[in-house]
């Protein structure tokens, strides 16, 4: 969701960046989950006090975090929400954590693959396809590039784990 980059003030305030331009789950989440992958790997959970936008960054505070010094020693580390405290989204919006692994098949039913992953271009996502058959890309095209926009998504069921698409095997 993001990382710590540094202290801010001196009473213990954290300053965050988060990894998405909309870091509601940040700011909803009781509790993150700290991981550092420094020369002293540790996990740490924190029980936020206060979360707030501060200019274009975010600031926390959290128990037990009460001084500069406190703050500091969290510095890089990465910050986990569970995805139960996501906050709910609109019908027909999606978090891509939960369109990643799901299914992609076309309107005649012929299976083009599973999510590996999407790109943001900007005005729109692109849904990252690896064909069946395949673990991992060893070449650019061996994925499947489909723009996530209402011209070619039919539909996203979370439930039955697939998404239906206007989307010929041949493109």
């Known amino acids: 969701m ?31 989950y700290l991981k550092s992958t420094g020369p002293k790997p540790a996990q740490l ?6 979360v707030r936008e501060q200019g274009e960054g ?12 406190a703050a500091e020693a969290l510095r890089g580390h990465e910050i986990y929400v569970p995805r139960s405290e996501f906050p709910r989204t609109p019908d027909g919006e999606y ?3 939960d369109l990643i692994g799901l299914e992609v098949v076309n309107r ?6 599973r999510v590996i992953g999407l790109i943001d271009t900007g005005p729109h996502a692109v849904l ?3 064909p069946a058959g395949i673990d991992e890309p060893a070449k650019p ?18 439930e039955t784990r697939q998404i239906r698409v206007d989307w010929g095997l041949d493109f």
């Open 45 to 50: 959970v924190l029980a936020l006090r206060a």
């Open 58 to 69: 975010i600031v926390a505070t959290a128990e037990g975090v009460d001084d500069r010094n």
């Open 141 to 158: 095209d061996q994925e499947r590039l489909i723009p996530f926009v209402g011209a070619f998504i039919d539909d996203v069921s979370l």
């Open 95 to 97: 978090y891509w954590v």
């Open 108 to 113: 005649e039913a012929q299976p083009l693959g």
């Open 128 to 130: 990252r396809i690896l």
């Open 2 to 32: 993001g990382r710590i980059l540094d202290a801010w003030g001196i009473k213990g305030g954290l300053k965050v960046q988060a990894y998405s331009v909309d870091a509601d789950a940040l700011f909803s989440a009781k509790r993150w």
